[in-house]
């Protein structure tokens, strides 16, 4: 994350706002807040802001909503900002109105701690977010991890058909191997796993992931590859407008 730029909470004041713009902050993410994005380009003029990501509320009442985002990136110094939807699903005109101001990525509510997380990073990333060959989602699924004869528990910060990130305080040791039983929607799944790398404390740590462990699938079944590639179908669809 570049610390620089800022995370731009975009829309009416409410009690939804005010927690997406609270645990945004607590990512470790710079955070501001303005009703419209003319209100967004005197904060940023008052306050010397510069923008990587805009939330933006799918019913926010402006004319030309990706005229507003134009002249953000444009009077802001922010030519690299990415517009994301967070909020209630929209529906109709909203998601159209979305649509025309080239917002692609979205925040649907609920929105789980994982997710924004992952959207925020995304975001920031722009378009080196596509560079990336296996398709990752962020989850909520929690899982058991086994090593050695030892039983620890983990939650699953991200997950691609080849592999997954897993939060968790006890990360075994880069190389070490390992047996996941993943507790996705689609049901359990049980795999072998390498560990790659290691995100803990001090000054290799990693600010834009949770503390943890990135892992490499390196057997899984047939059942258990449909059942991965399933959830990240479903929840894929759920990151874009």
Same mark, same amino acid.
């Given at each position: @994350?570049?610390?620089?730029?800022?995370?731009?909470?975009?829309? *009416?004041?409410?009690?939804?706002? #005010?927690?997406?713009?609270?645990?945004?902050?607590? $990512?470790?993410?710079?955070?501001?807040?303005?009703?419209?994005?003319?209100?967004?380009?005197?904060?940023?003029?008052? &306050?010397?802001?510069?923008?990587? /990501?805009?939330?933006?509320?799918?019913?926010?009442?402006?004319?030309?909503?990706?005229?507003?985002?134009?002249?953000?990136?444009?009077?802001?110094?922010?030519?690299?900002?990415?517009?994301?939807?967070?909020?209630?699903?929209?529906?109709?005109?909203?998601?159209?109105?979305?649509?025309?101001?080239?917002?692609?990525?979205?925040?649907?509510?609920?929105?789980?701690?994982?997710?924004?997380?992952?959207?925020?990073?995304?975001? @920031?990333?722009?378009?080196?977010?596509?560079?990336?060959?296996?398709?990752?989602?962020?989850?909520?699924? #929690?899982?058991?991890?086994? /090593?050695?004869? &030892?039983?620890?528990?983990?939650?699953?910060?991200?997950?691609?058909?080849?592999? #997954?990130?897993?939060?968790?305080?006890?990360?075994?040791?880069?190389?070490?191997?390992?047996?996941?039983?993943?507790?996705?929607? *689609?049901?359990?799944?049980? /795999?072998?796993?390498?560990?790659?790398?290691?995100?803990?404390?001090?000054? $290799?740590? &990693?600010?834009?992931?949770?503390?943890? @462990?990135?892992?490499?699938?390196?057997? /899984?079944?047939?059942?258990?590859?449909?059942?991965?590639?399933?959830?990240?179908?479903?929840?894929?669809?759920?990151?874009?407008?």
């Amino acid at each position: @994350m570049n610390p620089e730029r800022s995370v731009l909470i975009l829309g *009416e004041q409410s009690a939804c706002t #005010s927690a997406l713009a609270e645990r945004t902050r607590q $990512l470790g993410f710079r955070t501001a807040r303005a009703k419209t994005p003319q209100d967004a380009v005197l904060l940023a003029e008052e &306050r010397g802001f510069r923008f990587g /990501v805009v939330l933006v509320q799918p019913d926010l009442p402006v004319v030309d909503l990706g005229q507003g985002l134009d002249a953000l990136r444009a009077r802001c110094q922010s030519g690299d900002l990415t517009a994301v939807a967070a909020g209630p699903v929209p529906l109709g005109e909203e998601r159209e109105q979305l649509h025309r101001a080239g917002v692609e990525l979205a925040l649907w509510e609920p929105v789980g701690d994982h997710a924004l997380r992952f959207q925020l990073n995304r975001a @920031m990333a722009g378009p080196r977010r596509s560079q990336r060959g296996d398709e990752r989602i962020p989850t909520e699924c #929690s899982a058991g991890v086994f /090593v050695a004869g &030892r039983q620890k528990s983990a939650t699953v910060y991200t997950l691609s058909r080849g592999g #997954s990130f897993l939060d968790t305080r006890r990360p075994s040791q880069r190389g070490a191997q390992l047996a996941l039983q993943l507790h996705l929607p *689609e049901g359990d799944v049980r /795999v072998a796993a390498r560990v790659i790398y290691t995100n803990v404390p001090g000054n $290799l740590q &990693r600010g834009q992931l949770p503390f943890g @462990m990135a892992v490499r699938f390196i057997e /899984v079944t047939a059942a258990s590859s449909i059942a991965i590639g399933d959830c990240i179908d479903r929840q894929a669809g759920q990151l874009t407008v």
